[in-house]
C-alpha cells in the first residue's frame, strides 16, 4: 500500500479509528525522515499514546493540546527501518480499558461486527490494520491491550518481553509493567517490527536482549503446554477454543498444565498495588471532573487513593510467589497457549456493566507482564458466530525470537527449523543433564545451547541405572509409542569431545530417533541389567517428581 493510499484511507474509514491523521506535508516530511530499512515506504498508524514530533499526545484527553517535541522510541526505530507514521490512532483513555469504548473521540466496533467491541485498549491500531488501512500499528499493552483487540479483529499482536521495546516517549499508564506492541496482519511483518523496535536506550525500564537466551528457552519450539481443566468461556468461544486445541496439536507436542497460578497472579492487576501505580502515573490529570474525561477510568484510577503502603507490598509480595509458581510451567514446555478472552461482548452489554464486562477480558493476559513473560495474539479462525477468535502463544522473558517463530507456524507461515551451526551438532539429552537438573552447567559450560524441547520416537524405554548421581538409561526396545522425553542441545564438536569421558558407564553416546524422524546422537544406555524400568512416567523430570 502506498503512503497516499493510507492516507486516503485513513480519512475516509468510517470507524472512529483515528483522532489525527496527518497531512500531506507532514507525511511528506516523514517519508523524507525515514530511513532506506527493511520496512522501506511501509505506512503504519500510532496509539495516541506515543509521541510523533510535532503531534499532540492526546493519550484519550483532548484537553492534551501541547505538541511533542520528539519521536517516542519505537517511533524513532520504525522511521529508521523505513516506516512511515500517517496518523494517531484511537484509545480507551489514558490506555485503561480492554474494551476499545473509553473514548470522548467515540467507540470503535469490530471490523466483524458492528455490534461488538473491537477490544482495546488499542482499539484504533487494530481496526486500521484489520481494515487494511495500515499493515502496521504501534499499541501499548498493560494488562492485553496489545491483543485483546487483536483477537477481536483477527489480526497478529506481538507483546513484547518489557523493557526490549523502550517506553521512552509514552504516556505512561502503570509504567513497570507497559510495552509498546505491534499489530499486523502476519507473524513476518511483526518479525521485521520486532527487529527494528528492539533496541535498548538506557531509558527507564528498558532492557537490552541478553548476548545468550536465559536458561531454559529453547531457540526452536516444540512444546507447549495447554491447561489441564476446562476454562471460563462463552458457548462460541469454547467451540472455537476445541478446534484451536486440535490445531495446535499439529504445530507442537501438548503438555496439560495447572494454570491456577497464572489466573491468581491476573486477579492482582485491579485489586492489588497495580492501580495505585496507574494513579501515581496520571492521577493528576483526572482531577478536576469533566466532559473529557472518561467517568469509569477516572473513577477506577482514582479509586486507588485508598491503597496503603502496605497493602502495595503485600501484593507484591504475593505477585513473587506466584511467579515462582507459575514459572515451573515453562520447565518442561516452551509456551502457553490460552485463549486471549473468556468471550467477546457488545456494545451493549459493555455499556450495561462497564467494569464487569471490561474485567473478565482479562481474565487470561492481566498476567503477562505482571509475571514478566512474552506473548504473541494470533488467529485462530472464527467461532459459529462467524467473530474472529484469537488465541495467544506464552513464553518466558526473552523468549521473543523463538516464539515469533512459532506464532509463524502456527499461522502457516514458511519458517524453517535453524541448523546447527558448522562445527557443532545437536545431543539428545534425557536425564541428569536436562536444563534444572545436577549436570547441566556443564553442558553449558562446554558452550551448549538448549535447542529444542523433543520426545524420541515410539519404542525406547527408560530406566533408572546406577552411577555418581541418579540418571536414567535410555533404551531402544518395546517401548510405548509416545516415546520418551529429552532436550536437543547445540554442542560444539570440541566440547561433545569433552563430554563423553565423562560418561560414565552403562551410558554412552550413541543414535536416538526423535518423534519427527530424524536422527540426532544422544545419551543411550549400553546395558541396564536389572535397573528398574520407569518408562511409564514418561521422562526423567516425570519420575522425579513422582517419587519426591
Given at each position: ?285 483526572l482531577d478536576p471532573d469533566g466532559p473529557h474525561l472518561d467517568p469509569t477510568v477516572r473513577k477506577i484510577v482514582l ?5 496503603t503502603g502496605a497493602a502495595a507490598f503485600a501484593g507484591l509480595d504475593q505477585l513473587e510467589r506466584l511467579r515462582a ?224
Amino acid at each position: 500500500m502506498t503512503l497516499s493510499a493510507a492516507v486516503a484511507a485513513a480519512r475516509e474509514t468510517p470507524q472512529p479509528a483515528f483522532i489525527t491523521v496527518f497531512d500531506d506535508v507532514r507525511v511528506k516530511a516523514l517519508d523524507d525522515e525515514a530511513g532506506d530499512g527493511p520496512l522501506a515506504g511501509v505506512p503504519f498508524a500510532v496509539k495516541d499514546n506515543i509521541d510523533v514530533e510535532g503531534v499532540p499526545t492526546t493519550a484519550g484527553n483532548p484537553t492534551r493540546l501541547t505538541p511533542a517535541t520528539r519521536h517516542a522510541a519505537a517511533v524513532r526505530a520504525l522511521i529508521d527501518a523505513g516506516a512511515v507514521p500517517i496518523g494517531k490512532s484511537n484509545l480507551d483513555q489514558y490506555a485503561t480499558g480492554l474494551v476499545g469504548t473509553r473514548s470522548p473521540y467515540g467507540a470503535c466496533h469490530s471490523v466483524a461486527s458492528a455490534a461488538h467491541v473491537s477490544g482495546g485498549s488499542s482499539s484504533g491500531s487494530a481496526v486500521a490494520v484489520a481494515s487494511g488501512i495500515v499493515p502496521l500499528a504501534l499499541g501499548t499493552d498493560t494488562a492485553g491491550s496489545g491483543r485483546v483487540p487483536a483477537a477481536f479483529n483477527g489480526i497478529v499482536g506481538m507483546k513484547p518481553t518489557r523493557g526490549l521495546v523502550s517506553t521512552a516517549g509514552v504516556v505512561p499508564a502503570c509504567p513497570s509493567l507497559d510495552c509498546v506492541t505491534t499489530f499486523t496482519r502476519d507473524v513476518a511483518t511483526a518479525r521485521l517490527a520486532f527487529d527494528a523496535l528492539a533496541r535498548f536506550d538506557g531509558a527507564p525500564w528498558s532492557r537490552p536482549m541478553p548476548a545468550t537466551a536465559p536458561e531454559g528457552v529453547a531457540r526452536w519450539m516444540r512444546v507447549i503446554a495447554v491447561p489441564d481443566a476446562p476454562l471460563d468461556l462463552d458457548e462460541p468461544h469454547r467451540v472455537a477454543w476445541e478446534a484451536a486445541l486440535a490445531h495446535a496439536g499439529t504445530v507442537a507436542t501438548l503438555v496439560p498444565v495447572d494454570i491456577t497460578p497464572f489466573l491468581d497472579a491476573a486477579r492482582l492487576l485491579y485489586s492489588g498495588p497495580f492501580v495505585a501505580e496507574r494513579l501515581a502515573a496520571f492521577g493528576e490529570e483526572l482531577d478536576p471532573d469533566g466532559p473529557h474525561l472518561d467517568p469509569t477510568v477516572r473513577k477506577i484510577v482514582l479509586g486507588a487513593q485508598s491503597i496503603t503502603g502496605a497493602a502495595a507490598f503485600a501484593g507484591l509480595d504475593q505477585l513473587e510467589r506466584l511467579r515462582a509458581i507459575a514459572s515451573r510451567v515453562f520447565v518442561g514446555a516452551d509456551a502457553l497457549l490460552l485463549p486471549v478472552t473468556p468471550g467477546h461482548p457488545t456494545l451493549e452489554e459493555v455499556a450495561a456493566d462497564p467494569v464487569g464486562a471490561n474485567s473478565r477480558l482479562g481474565t487470561y493476559t492481566n498476567m503477562v507482564n505482571l509475571l514478566d513473560l512474552c506473548a504473541i495474539a494470533v488467529p485462530a479462525g472464527t467461532r459459529p458466530d462467524g467473530l474472529p477468535f484469537g488465541v495467544q502463544l506464552i513464553a518466558p522473558a526473552f523468549a521473543d525470537r523463538p516464539l515469533l517463530d512459532l506464532g509463524a507456524r502456527w499461522t502457516g507461515e514458511a519458517v524453517a527449523e535453524p541448523a546447527a551451526a558448522p562445527g557443532s551438532v545437536h545431543l539428545a539429552v534425557v536425564g541428569a543433564h536436562l536444563t534444572g537438573q545436577p549436570a547441566n552447567p556443564q553442558l553449558v559450560g562446554l558452550g551448549g545451547k538448549l535447542h529444542a524441547r523433543a520426545r524420541t520416537a515410539g519404542g525406547y524405554r527408560l530406566f533408572r541405572v546406577p552411577g555418581p548421581f541418579p540418571r536414567p538409561g535410555l533404551v531402544l526396545g518395546d517401548g510405548p509409542a509416545d516415546g520418551i522425553e529429552v532436550e536437543i542441545w547445540e554442542l560444539p564438536n570440541q566440547g561433545l569431545g569433552a563430554l563423553l569421558p565423562t560418561v560414565a558407564a552403562p551410558l554412552g553416546f550413541g543414535p536416538v530417533r526423535l518423534d519427527d524422524g530424524r536422527v540426532v546422537t544422544g545419551f543411550v544406555a549400553t546395558d541396564v541389567g536389572g535397573a528398574p524400568d520407569i518408562t511409564h512416567h514418561g521422562g526423567w523430570r516425570a519420575y522425579l517428581a513422582a517419587t519426591r
